[in-house]
């Protein structure tokens, strides 16, 4: 005679189980309340601890999301100079030996707000914006610190028309070199807002032919063989 599987005969066993808790119930209207109430707060303990886990789960994506999404544009073009980043950190490194060089976003960019943390080693460390590809055009806010191998310490707005260049703003700053400053540029059509620290320095309104409306957004070391330039910029923030 063929022996029941053990498992068959675990079902059996809970399936009388569950017949004699019925036929209770039926003679006992307080213990059929009791299974009522504890079905339904088993059942309730299971759509929590369901939720729990799928809150989870949406949390850790949109976390994994946000993580993805750094650095701020992974497409960059390098015109000279040698760049380094972002790295782990979130750091760019950049160095300029033979006068400009350029690490431009691949993205195009009409009004925006644009951020970095900048640090010149020895030199100056530039934003560069709207900037036509080939960086002949565009407009430069450049810092350059107290004990710079080049040019006067203060910050400078400067428009680059096939690559030559006018300063319609600028302010003498004394900060010391290897000193992280923020700067921030907004764009709102032909004008131009530039601070420093969080604190607005340039209002600027283009009003000179070509008026560059658009264009990449990057960095900007300038350098030559006698005074070779290196800075750093990290805290890259850009809205659109």
């Known amino acids: 005679m063929k022996k029941p599987h053990p498992n068959q005969k675990q079902k059996e066993n809970q399936s009388s189980l569950v017949d004699r808790w019925l036929a209770r ?50 497409d960059w073009k390098a015109i000279r100079g040698e760049w380094e ?12 030996k033979n006068f400009d060089a350029l690490y431009l976003f691949a993205e195009t960019l009409t009004d925006f707000v644009f951020s970095a943390k900048v640090q010149a080693i020895d030199r100056e460390a530039s934003l560069a914006l709207r900037m036509t590809p080939d960086g002949k055009n565009g407009y430069l806010v450049i810092f350059v ?25 600028s302010e003498g700053m004394y900060i010391p070199l290897e000193k992280w400053v923020k700067l921030t540029v907004k764009t709102q059509g032909p ?25 990449r957004l990057g960095f900007r070391i300038y350098g030559d063989p006698s005074a070779t330039a290196a800075a750093n910029f990290s805290e890259i923030h850009l809205a659109y």
């Open 25 to 74: 119930a039926k003679n006992h209207p307080v213990i059929a309340i009791l299974i009522f109430v504890g079905v339904v707060i088993i059942g309730l303990s299971q759509l929590t601890d369901a939720i729990q886990k799928l809150g989870k789960l949406v949390f850790r994506d949109e976390t994994a999301q946000d993580q993805r999404s750094q650095p701020l544009v992974p």
């Open 85 to 96: 980043g972002p790295d782990k950190k979130g750091v760019i490194r950049g160095k300029a």
């Open 191 to 215: 004008r131009i807002l530039v601070s420093l620290d969080d604190r607005l320095v340039f209002d600027f309104l283009d009003t000179d032919q070509p008026i560059f409306m658009e264009g």
């Open 145 to 169: 610190p107290v004990g710079s191998n080049w040019g006067n310490p203060g910050l400078y707005l400067a428009k680059r028309v096939n690559n030559k260049h006018t300063f319609p703003r």
